[in-house]
């Protein structure tokens, strides 16, 4: 019996050798008392995809058994899994950590002085922000082993000069669903071939979060929780470098900082960023791979102007952001263009460049400190020079859309103060108490810049993605920028606690109940009101009414809710009431009489009653999955809406007469085939409204399913000769990667009601163009003829664009489609134009091919 145990330590301390020798450079040793992730999990790496769970409890297990681990979560997913973070230093830095953060944070002030010499650098680990890039969770596992339980000077050196966070998995639902899938389908033994269906994930994969959004766009817009947790952290810490790590197509190699030159790169952070860290970084990654024999490439691709990435983040914040990319096996083992690719190697590549960024952080402390420092010292020195010294924005109709963006402001920790006086610049007022001032002088000033300023000109032609994030016209708000001749009144500072909306206390209305639809909120208090049986109607024309004896004046869309037209008792809906207005935050008014001082009366033809959504939307194969998931997110997050998800697959056997609404976002619906165009066709001339998004726009027009045209594009009769080299940057720079443009909007039809500026910032990343309508009263959203307000777009296609159409309606039979050539719910954090789609889901029923106002039928 004691030899058996000898020969099975001994099995297993050669297997733990070898797992050691393959991962981690030669010629260290490692705390037998600290248990690898092999001896922890039962298996070695890159035998299986390691479970969230499991990942979260070998750090815990990290934590409890070294005094260089420290164990936290720092918020849970839309799944309830944990955020969590390990921190690594040495036990005497832990002891006073709490002085390390705050005197760290002080590089951020230029008033204070620090001493470098002696302040650790911060570093932050991040992994797998796609959740079906799986190598680097496993990656984070042995780099968080390798920190704590090396020994030698080095290690000692490092635990010292250094406090590290790992943060093992930054979208823990995506990779769980990823996860599983490769687990499930795993052969014995696995299989390469690239066909098998381990390496084809259903739909949507787990690249994406629980509502199938792309986390690694988040880091600026905030829509979702992992990344509110994320970035609350962040700002804990203000780490001096932070990794972003992912996965690639299977016959690619490895990729490390610097991106692109210049074009990839953000003009507001200082050069020092690209011009000397990154390339001072990517020696040690070079030599790391150079090591194991690993082929990479730099200076090409991807993309460093975007501040939303977790790789440009921390740039804009005086950090070293850091992007890595890795052949993925999408599985166990894949057949490459050369070798087949194992999980074990892509796990490898990314384990020996964690361990060269905290040698060449730690090996460059104080060059990152100081560049840190400098950072925010020439921030604040720019905004004190800038001829902008403030912002000034705010919808006074819309408080809550106002509030969202003041929130959205301090959760990137930019200063903001309340409006203490009314100012007017130009023709927009703007209302003491109901909007806010960014100033300048402050050090966050080129987050402000980020967030305001409107950028048309640029040194490159080809975007990654997205070619301008103009928060302000995102959330479509008055704002403008002010010089020192416009004097501003700055009241106090933006909390948590004052943007807390609170409504006017509720009388209880002997006839009724009016709700502004202007609101932002309003949409969440009529589905809550229909969700009670309430019975709710909405003006087709606008009116003035006597409000505790003002003149109060209600525009398009406003709430009807009578006191005698229900169901319910006068004090069931009162108590109602008052939970929908304290709720929302909104302001319920109470009328005495039907008789308005001015426009219509409340018992008008002209006032429509709202039938309750019943939504359906089409999901799966073919479709759009971020489309989709921005939808859903914005009627279950925004108006805690339930709705009916249906498989394409499956549409057969959806009884589509159950609904009062379809959504078809933008995708490929080959899949439902004829019978499914005649059942959606059948079922709009019946009454039914279908929302089409984007691409699937052209599908219905293709399918014959409505009676619109698509806008092409002019032929050209000759084609010049040019350059095969030239081919990616010729076609990229005629791609609509994402620009904003001004377009106008009709506030008096349905799907503009609650709307009071007809011009309406929109946000294009398609090239679907459609024919204005032959009906005068269904283009409901037409580009200007001077549209681009941000972002790149070739000038052939701003020729298309101009005084095109955005929203459209068609008639089909009783029924209609509602055409949204651009995508209303874009990235979850369009607020300017989520109104259009509440509007199409309430109001999409009301909506009459020949004019408005008449008596229901």
Known sequence: MKNLLLVLAFAISNTLFSQNSYFFPSGVSFDPAIPSPEQFLGYPIGEWHTRHDRIVSYFQELARVSPNAHFQIIGYTNEHRPQVVLTITSPDNYSRIEEIRKEHLKLADPKQSVNLKTMPVIITHGYNVHGNEPSSSEAAMLTAYYLVALQGPEAERTLREAVIHIDPNYNPDGRDRHSNWANMHKGFPPVSDPMDREHNEVWPGGRFNHYWFDLNRDWLPLAHVESRNRVEFFHQWLPNVCTDYHEMGTNATNFFEPTKPYGSENPVVPRANYDVLNPLFAKYFAKALDDIGSLYFSKENFDNSYPGYGSTYPDIHGGLGLVFEQASSRGHVQKSSTKEVTFAFTIRNHVRTSIATVKAGVDNRELLLKHQQDYFKTALEEGRKSAIKSYVFGESKDQSRTRAFADLLMKHRIETYQLNADVSVGATRYDKGKAFIVPTDQIQYRMVRSLFEKVTSFHDSVFYDASTWTMALAYGLPHDALTATVKVSMGSRVTPESLVPIPAPLEKAAYAYLIDWNEYQAARALHFLLSKNVFVKTAFKPFSASIQGINRKFGYGTLLISVADQSLSSDELFSVMKEASVSTGLDIHAVNTGFNLEGIDLGSNHIRTIQPPKVAMLVGDGVAATDAGAVWFLLDSKLKMPITKVNTTQFGQLRLSEYNTLIMVSGNYSVLGESGVTKIKTW??????????????????????????????????????????????????????????????????????????????????????????????????????????????????????????????????????????????????????????????????????????????
């Open 684 to 857: 709009m001339q019946q009454g039914g409204t279908l929302l089409l998004v984007k691409n699937a726009v052209s599908w219905a027009i293709n399918n014959k399913l409505i009676e619109e045209q698509l806008r092409k594009e002019e032929e050209k009769n000759e084609v010049k000769r040019m350059d095969y080299v030239t081919a990616g940057d010729y076609q990229g720079s005629r791609a609509i990667g994402g620009s904003i443009y001004q377009t106008n909007l009709d506030i008096t039809h349905p799907l503009g009601f609650g709307y009071t500026n007809r011009e309406l910032p929109v946000y294009r990343n398609t090239t679907v163009f459609v024919e204005a309508s032959k009906s005068p009263f269904n283009t409901v959203i037409k580009y200007t003829g001077n549209p681009l307000l941000s972002g790149y777009i070739h000038p052939t296609n701003l020729g298309r664009i101009r005084n095109s159409v955005s929203l459209q309606v068609s008639a089909v039979g009783q029924g209609r489609a509602i055409l949204f050539i651009d995508d209303p719910a874009f990235r979850g954090y369009w607020y300017g134009t989520n109104k259009l789609l509440f509007n199409a889901v309430f109001f999409g029923g009301l909506i009459s091919s020949g004019g408005f106002g008449g008596a229901e039928e």
